[in-house]
């Protein structure tokens, strides 16, 4: 008997271990000047045993790739859809039948589980653009996701930024939902707790770092080294936990209890900023990961926590508005090669994760400064042209590749616009000042990147047909 204990013992341990690896998800973007192909990321998602995707848009080439996959998915509808999708339930129903019904059935069928509805609609730097919309729009997703037989299997739901609630300076049991969009929060989250739909909230400790520098370092992360935050009984040793918790109670101030809460976006970017880098990344992955694999969740939410780690890759076209280092949060670079040794079940174990295999790029030749340009002066209207329409954020301050001479700043430069601009022969001219070069230019801190070859084309929602032509721009991989 005591045998036959031990071994159900060790097989329940190796079910939640299983458990926590196969509910771990990640979020890939692709703002980026040429987004990975899919069929890539769907390998490396498969190569390190990661189940859950969820996306920002719900291309219809991309999403093909997930299909017999299994890979659980989850669309995005974009915050520009939010008011056509507030005022016309007939688009919304097409949105389903073409993004949603048929994917189901083809080709073994997407495993698509949830819909988000827009994202951080209610971020102050919006200034209340959606409110009026965020809520018609997500009644009538999963309205319509009924009405087509699946509002069993699918759920709508909103990714929100943590800014939607807030403690003071007071503990987590003083969270309530900001005074502003209170009424329509209460009103959001008492929707999704009535259709069993999950509420997504975005964390992000690093944040918190980036926009105070007298913010306790140590709370941003999972050693618990520094004095914390006690709040009544409860001694919170971590950001990710008291975050958690102050939605808990915001939650249950709104009137709703027990609803199931997802981790939309968590992660730590690599560049862009003095606390942006690889070594903190790592820490912070270990500590977080670590945590999930325990599934002892939060104080108030104990248990299993589902996540979604973001994000997969760099995206080198994103608003720089944040911050730099929003082009860096990738735990892959741009053509999916690992940055940094990290282990998905947490157990501790880390090594490099498994990257996109046979990615092709382009020509492998760089656009760099001309020898005989001495005068550098001449090329600094260059140069900020070159940066403003590529990526210079590797240059800012702390990053990696802020330790570059003088020249090899420009050129750097240079060769980003020339890179983003698919090696084109006009972009590395410069009035004279550039040179096309077989001579790789990186350094063991820095990389001089080459673009990868286009995988084909994308339509920019899978939206097209039912807004009739308005926003049937391609997008060119």
């Known amino acids: 008997m005591a045998r036959a204990m031990v071994f159900i013992w060790t097989c329940y341990c190796v079910v939640l271990a299983t458990k926590c690896v196969n509910c771990l ?208 009984n409860i001694r919170y040793t971590n950001m990710f936990d008291a975050n958690l918790d102050t939605l808990s109670h915001s939650l249950k101030k709104a009137g709703v209890n027990d609803i199931k809460i997802i981790v939309g976006e968590i992660g730590w970017p690599t560049n862009g900023h003095k606390q942006a880098n690889i070594k903190m990344a790592q820490k912070f992955y270990h500590g977080l990961l670590q945590k999930l694999s325990t599934n002892k969740g939060t104080p108030l939410n104990p248990g299993y926590i589902e996540v979604y780690l973001f994000s997969l890759t760099d995206e080198n076209k994103k608003s720089i508005a944040p911050g730099f280092f929003e082009r860096h949060w990738g735990i892959f670079q741009y053509d999916g090669q690992p940055k940094f040794p990290i282990d998905f079940t947490g157990e501790g174990n880390e090594k490099m994760p498994i990257g996109a295999k046979d990615v092709k790029y382009l020509e492998k030749q760089w656009c760099v400064l001309n020898d005989d340009m001495k005068n550098l002066s001449k090329v600094n209207k260059d140069l900020e042209f070159a940066c403003s329409l590529s990526d210079c954020t590797s240059l800012s301050y702390g990053s990696t590749c802020n330790k570059l001479s003088e020249r090899k700043n420009v050129s750097y430069a240079f060769n980003m616009y020339f890179q983003m601009s698919q090696q084109s022969v006009e972009a590395c001219d410069f009035n004279g000042a550039a040179k096309i070069t077989k001579k790789n230019y990186s350094t063991d801190e820095c990389l001089f990147p080459v673009e990868l070859m286009s995988g084909g084309r994308r339509n920019v929602v899978g939206m097209m047909s039912f807004l009739g032509g308005l926003f049937s721009l391609l997008v060119i991989l």
Request: hydrophobic letters at 40%.
């Open 25 to 232: 998800g990640v979020n890939w973007g692709t703002q980026a000047s040429t987004p990975l192909d899919p069929k890539y990321v769907v390998q490396m998602l498969k190569d390190n045993k990661i189940q859950k995707v969820k996306l920002f848009d719900s291309d219809i080439w991309t999403v093909n790739h997930f299909a017999g996959t299994g890979i659980e998915v989850m669309l995005g509808i974009p915050n520009l859809y939010l008011k056509e999708f507030s005022n016309d339930f007939d688009a919304v129903e097409d949105y389903i039948k073409e993004n949603v019904t048929e994917h189901l059935r083809n080709h073994g069928g997407v495993n698509i589980k949830y819909i988000a509805v827009g994202n951080e609609p209610f971020l102050k730097s919006y200034k209340g653009a959606y409110e009026k919309h965020i809520f018609p729009a997500l009644k009538n997703v999963q309205k319509a996701l009924n009405k087509a037989g699946l509002g069993n299997k699918i759920k709508a739901t909103i990714p929100q930024n943590a800014d939607i609630y807030d403690s003071g300076s007071a503990g987590p049991s003083a969270g309530d939902f900001r005074a502003e969009i209170r009424d329509i929060m209460v009103k959001i989250a008492r929707f999704l707790k009535q259709n069993n739909c999950p509420f997504m909230v975005n964390i992000y400790p690093f944040l918190s770092l980036y926009e105070n520098d007298d913010f306790p370092i140590e709370f941003a992360f999972f050693e618990g080294g520094g004095k914390g935050v006690q709040d009544q």
